[in-house]
């Protein structure tokens, strides 16, 4: 099984101000990675897949990078609405698995 | 517009049996893979089950093998997890979600049916 670690649990940020959060595969996963955004009491959005395509309905603020085993979510000038908790996913094997999150709050 | 419709919440004792069901909108419910994803309260993100292809290819987490089963109905559009054996650390809540056609990231989810195991 291919484990994911997120860092780090919270991330403490000011309004207009960038986020960084990384996400680390125990093994090679290429560009197989997805970041999902979620708030409380909602199910999950996709944010990024391949790494770094942003889904439609996210803004170019989102970016991500990364292969391999190493990769970040940058959210280059947080606003209100992205204060939420991010998850990554690898789509390299089965069983698919899920980093353990990162909350982005306010600061 | 794709939509993955999910009835709300269950209460079951440990190890009985229930049925979710994700019923599907504006696609085929053999279109495309589907699959579960559950929360436990709290907790963050795991990964359940999926049915690939039109054979109904099956896979699951290790934590549900043996207990859960994925299946699909086209005469009802819906996708199906048999969740036999419960027990208390299944709870959680259950989101249907919809693979994108070639990977395995999830592009389309469902609200979630919370499902609490307990006595």
């Known amino acids: 099984e291919i484990v994911m670690t997120q860092s780090p649990a919270t991330l403490s940020v000011s309004p207009g101000e960038r986020a960084t959060l990384f996400c680390r595969a125990s093994?090679?996963?290429?560009?197989?990675l997805g970041w999902y955004q979620q708030k409380p009491g909602q199910a999950p959005r996709l944010v990024i897949y391949?790494?770094?395509t942003r889904a439609t309905s996210f803004p170019a603020r989102f970016s991500g990078s990364g292969s391999g085993t190493e990769f970040t979510l940058t959210i280059s000038s947080l606003q209100s609405e992205d204060f939420a908790v991010y998850y990554c996913?690898?789509?390299?094997?089965?069983?698919?698995?899920f980093g353990g999150g990162t909350k982005v709050e306010i600061k | 517009e794709m939509q993955l419709v999910q009835p709300g919440r269950n209460l079951i004792q440990p190890g009985g049996s229930l049925r979710l069901s994700c019923a599907v909108s504006?696609?085929?419910?053999?279109?495309?893979?589907l699959g579960w994803v559950r929360q436990a309260p709290g907790k963050g993100l795991e990964w359940v089950a999926t049915?690939?292809?039109?054979?109904?290819?099956?896979h699951y987490a290790d934590s549900v093998w043996g207990r859960f089963t994925v299946s699909r109905d086209i005469s009802k559009n819906t996708m199906y997890l048999q969740m036999n054996s419960l027990r208390t650390d299944d709870t959680a809540v259950y989101y249907c979600?919809?693979?994108?056609?070639?990977?395995?990231?999830?592009?389309?989810w469902g609200r979630g049916t919370t499902v609490i195991v307990s006595s």
């Open positions: 979600a919809k693979p994108n056609r070639d990977y395995f990231y999830m592009d389309v």
């Open positions: 504006g696609f085929s419910v053999y279109d495309f893979d």
């Open positions: 049915v690939t292809g039109r054979d109904d290819t099956p």
């Open positions: 093994q090679n996963i290429n560009n197989k």
């Open positions: 391949d790494a770094s």
């Open positions: 996913q690898q789509y390299r094997n089965w069983p698919l698995t």
